[in-house]
């Protein structure tokens, strides 16, 4: 059974996913392309460095050239986000990328993306979800990759400068010149290496970069740049004594920061610290648009610039089509992902790795003083998180004790209100935690925030206390 997630369709190698599965999802979204007129202006499709990703873009092309619909097939392994810029770029109707961004590496998958390189909407994706179940193997038509490019169906391309003199354009490169930062990469065996280090050289940071090989497994690490993933970076930051050490997830949609320290720089902070300083020293206006598990020291910056914050269901999806509603500045979720307006409608880590860089050149402070400075003005919150595997009977038993008997614990303190739009979240006046269901794996995940690391774990404790996770 093929299941559409908050980040496109995700399965385990070998499970489902299989090229049977793959071969069903291309000939749905053929079916679609036909239907709406649009099989010539074709679609942009793009594969990460996961066991079998560029076989089974492959296998998703050569169902698609069967179909008619014209292939603009990136001929390497790339970021996710340059696949969204070359929809976007080229004005086609749709995007496909072979990669499952930060999920283990037994995972794989294929988001799609729709006209101006953003997610497609749950719309999309159910009906391509709906047309591929039903969808028969002698249904499916095909053509010969060799054979297809010969025809002239499949046309590679290679969108790479394209992408990163978009990024350039945006970025001042002249003040990273003149503070000549030290900085640590790691692409944790992802897709970001190249681009990212073009981006820099050319701005004349001095770089040192880890975990760079072509490991399909990861380093038997899982690629998600968090706390427990990113210890070799802390230590390579501080050997080298570099200013900041940058890491982006498997597909390069997500980053991780380091500051000199060797300390550990939360995606809310990073976000928060953007937001600002495109406020105050770019001089840009508009609000924030933040999942419902992201941090709160977005309403509190936006609030004090006569903006505004906006919350929206988790997916970047929904932060995108956030953005667009209400023209906001910046978008983003405490996973990682981010972007800015004018730039593409979805998170790429490369961008926002480089508007930091900026942010430290410019300010010409050192980042630990940056996220001082913004908890002095804005007053402390701190966040924890957690999560668990679950099974099919414990999701039920939870989902059934919160989302329709709505039943609470006793958090010790009045809440404000309590929301259901997306999981439970419980809002207090200094904080809030919810609980959800991850939307790419089989998980459970409880999110806190408060003004101390203590306090935010102890919502998180009280609540997996009351649904028996702990």
């Known amino acids: 059974m093929i299941r559409f997630g908050t980040g496109g369709w995700r399965a385990v190698i070998g499970d489902e996913f299989t090229r049977e599965n793959i071969r069903r999802i291309a000939a749905a979204l053929a079916r679609r392309m036909q239907a709406e007129g649009c099989a010539e202006q074709g679609i942009c499709a793009g594969y990460d460095r996961r066991f079998l990703s560029r076989e089974a873009l492959i296998w998703f092309c050569q169902v698609l050239a069967g179909e008619g619909i014209t292939v603009y097939f990136v001929n390497m392994s790339c970021p996710t986000p340059q696949v969204m810029f070359t929809v976007k770029e080229k004005k086609l109707p749709y995007g496909a990328m072979v990669t499952a961004s930060h999920n283990p590496a037994i995972w794989n998958g294929i988001k799609l ?3 101006g390189g953003r997610d497609a909407a749950i719309e999309v994706t159910e009906a391509i979800q709906e047309t591929a179940n039903r969808l028969k193997d002698e249904e499916i038509g095909e053509m010969d990759f060799e054979e297809a490019k010969a ?40 897709v970001s290496l190249t681009g990212l280090q073009t981006i820099l050289y050319t701005s004349r940071c001095d770089i040192d970069v880890i975990n760079d090989r072509h490991d399909a497994f990861f380093g038997r690490h899982l690629p998600a740049p968090n706390p427990d993933t ?29 500051d000199e320290k060797g300390n550990y720089i939360t995606a809310n902070e990073t976000l ?23 941090t709160h020291m977005l309403d509190r910056i936006a609030e004090a610039h ?77 966040s924890a998180e957690y999560d668990w595997a679950l099974t099919v009977e414990k999701k039920e038993e939870i989902r059934r004790l919160m989302m329709e008997e709505k039943k609470l614990p006793d958090f010790g303190k ?52 009351f649904t028996g996770l702990a």
């Open 151 to 190: 025809a002239g169906i499949i046309r590679i391309i290679d969108p790479r400068d394209a992408y990163l003199d978009s990024i350039l354009k945006q970025v001042n490169t002249e003040a990273i010149r003149k503070r000549r930062l030290r900085i640590v990469l790691d692409p944790m065996f992802g």
């Open 230 to 258: 990113l210890v070799d970076l802390q230590y390579a930051v501080k050997e080298h004594r570099a200013d900041v050490g940058i890491a982006t997830d498997g597909d390069a949609d997500r980053l991780g920061i380091i």
């Open 306 to 382: 006569g903006e505004k914050s906006i919350e929206v269901p988790v997916g970047f999806k929904y932060i995108s089509a956030g953005m667009e509603e209400h023209d906001a500045l910046i978008g983003g979720e405490s996973s990682g992902g981010l972007t800015v307006r004018g730039h593409i409608a979805g998170k790429d880590g490369l961008y926002a790795a480089s508007l930091l860089v900026e942010m430290l050149s410019v300010s010409g402070k050192k980042l630990s003083e940056l996220v001082q400075d913004l908890y002095d003005r804005y007053g402390e919150m701190h």
């Open 414 to 465: 009045q809440a404000d209100r309590v929301s259901y739009m997306d999981g439970c979240k419980v809002y207090f006046p200094d904080g809030w935690v919810i609980l959800r269901f991850s939307g790419t794996e089989p998980r459970i995940r409880i999110f806190a925030e408060a003004p101390t690391v203590q306090e935010a774990e102890a919502l998180v404790r009280t609540m997996a206390g």
């Open 272 to 294: 928060a610290l953007l937001y600002l300083y495109l406020l105050e020293h770019k001089g840009w206006k508009g609000p924030a648009v933040r999942n419902i598990a992201t």
């Open 113 to 115: 993306f729709t006209a």
